[in-house]
C-alpha cells in the first residue's frame, strides 16, 4: 500500500514562503491523486490543493488560490506544495493524501483518500 510522509514546515513571518513536501512509498503513486488538507487546533480538516493521478487537473481552494501551487514529480514519486504571500490564517497542521490508483475521484472529498501522512506542522507569524 502507499505511504506518505510530508515535509518542509516550520516556522515563517507574514508574507514568507515554504515548500512541502510529500515523499511516497509505493509502485503506485503517479497513478493516485493527491490532495494537500490542512487542520488548525480546534476546527476541522479543510481542503487545500489537489492533483488528479493524470497530472492534468489542478484544484486549489479560494482561500490560497493565487498564492499556494501544487505539483507532482513522478520520477522522485513526491508530491510538492509551494505555498507564498503566507498569512497567520494560514497557520495549521498541513497533510497529504492519497486517492487508491487509477480511479477516478473528486479531488476536493476527504473521503476519496484512504492514504494519509503523519502531517508537518506550519506556523506563520504576523
Given at each position: 500500500q502507499v505511504q506518505?510522509?510530508?515535509?518542509?514546515?516550520?516556522?515563517?513571518?507574514?508574507?514568507?514562503?515554504?515548500?512541502?513536501?510529500?515523499?511516497a512509498s509505493g509502485r503506485t503513486f503517479s497513478a493516485c491523486a493527491v490532495g494537500w488538507f490542512r487542520q488548525a487546533p480546534?476546527?476541522?480538516?479543510?481542503?487545500?490543493?489537489?492533483?488528479?493521478?493524470?497530472?492534468?487537473?489542478?484544484?486549489?481552494?479560494?482561500?490560497v488560490k493565487g498564492r499556494f501551487t501544487i505539483s507532482r514529480d513522478n520520477v522522485e514519486n513526491t508530491v510538492h506544495l509551494q505555498m507564498n504571500s503566507l498569512k497567520p490564517e494560514d497557520t495549521a497542521v498541513y497533510y497529504c493524501a492519497a486517492s487508491?490508483?487509477?480511479t477516478p475521484v473528486v479531488l476536493t472529498d476527504t473521503a476519496q483518500y484512504p492514504y494519509w501522512g503523519q502531517g508537518t506542522q506550519v506556523t506563520v507569524s504576523s
Open positions: 506518505l510522509v510530508e515535509s518542509g514546515g516550520g516556522l515563517v513571518q507574514a508574507g514568507g514562503s515554504l515548500r512541502l513536501s510529500c515523499a480546534g476546527k476541522e480538516r479543510e481542503f487545500v490543493a489537489a492533483i488528479s493521478w493524470s497530472g492534468g487537473s489542478t484544484v486549489h481552494a479560494d482561500s487508491l490508483p487509477r
